[in-house]
């Protein structure tokens, strides 16, 4: 008896498992995650080869920015209620996505030179610095200024970026979260700017320094201090990728909608997220 007979002789079907009727009260995959919009979403504006890859992915980063800060935020609600074994298992998920945040920048290095110029021209104005999902995760994790939310202004993510500006960072829970163990001073102050960045000083870098020196004794602080690090180290790697890239398209060129290009990216890569889990090693 064949493969086939067998399986029609049980009731089984090899054909398509989609050729079935929808099952009554099921949603199809396209409408539930809404993919004919999606990917009507692609409009090259050259002819060039390359254009409809750079936009895809461009999107893609996006969305990436998007579950990132999903992720990050959820972390950050759940150190407020001191959940933080769930906020070390949704950080553990939201490192997956910088991963592949990180490997997204490979599809743009393999553009060489001349690829990129054929379509350069019709972006215009266009940037990355111009970004209201990035902007929201540089605020998340406590990088703000406020002038930086003025590149938003008269865009759809203006309202997202200053709301993100005025709500506590990811660090700020953590503190606060190293506060209510007794080993940081509480910052009770009802005059503190919620725009500036994190709490940053020695007594925050003494606080991280027990939590290492004893990694037993403060073992869930501990892991918190290493997801963080991880949190940071990717963003690093991240910025330093984006920067090599460029450099490799354009050189020394400006970048589009009138930034500094290398030049900027060279100094912001050079910033760290939560500074004293840095420093800190130097003194263990």
Not at 9 to 18: A, I, W
Not at 75 to 84: E, F, I, S, V, Y
Not at 149 to 174: F, I
Request: charged share 20%; aromatic share 8%.
């Amino acid at each position: 008896m064949t493969t086939e007979e067998t399986a029609q002789g049980s009731g089984q079907s090899l054909g398509c498992p989609l050729s079935a009727a929808v099952p009554p009260g099921t949603t199809p995959y396209a409408h539930y995650a809404r993919m004919d919009e999606l990917l009507a979403l692609q409009h090259p504006l050259s002819p060039a080869d390359t254009e409809p890859g750079f936009i895809i992915m461009s999107q893609v980063k996006e969305l990436l920015f998007k579950l990132l800060h999903t992720e990050l935020t959820t972390a950050r609600d759940q150190l407020h209620k001191d959940g933080l074994g769930d906020a070390l298992w949704t950080l553990r998920r939201s490192a997956r996505v910088q991963q592949v945040l990180l490997v997204s920048w490979e599809t743009f290095s393999v553009l060489s030179p001349v690829e990129f110029a054929e379509f350069r021209d019709v972006l215009g104005s266009a940037s990355g610095f111009q970004s209201a999902g990035y902007r929201r995760l540089e605020f998340l994790l406590g990088n703000k200024n406020p002038a930086m939310a003025q590149p938003h202004r008269n865009t759809v993510g203006y309202d997202a970026v200053v709301n993100q500006l005025h709500e506590p960072s990811l660090y700020d829970a953590a503190l606060a979260l190293l506060a209510r163990r007794g080993l940081l001073m509480p910052d009770d102050s009802p005059a503190r700017d919620t725009t500036l960045p994190y709490r940053t000083g020695a007594e925050v870098e003494d606080a991280w320094r027990v939590v290492y020196r004893n990694p037993v004794r403060h073992h869930d602080l501990h892991l918190l201090a290493e997801a963080l690090m991880d949190t940071a180290e990717q963003f690093a790697r991240w910025r330093y990728t984006h920067l090599v890239t460029v450099q490799r398209m354009l050189g020394a060129k400006p970048g589009t909608g009138g930034t500094e290009g290398v030049a900027w990216l060279a100094r912001i890569s050079e910033h760290r997220f939560f500074p004293e889990l840095w420093s800190v090693r130097s003194t263990l």
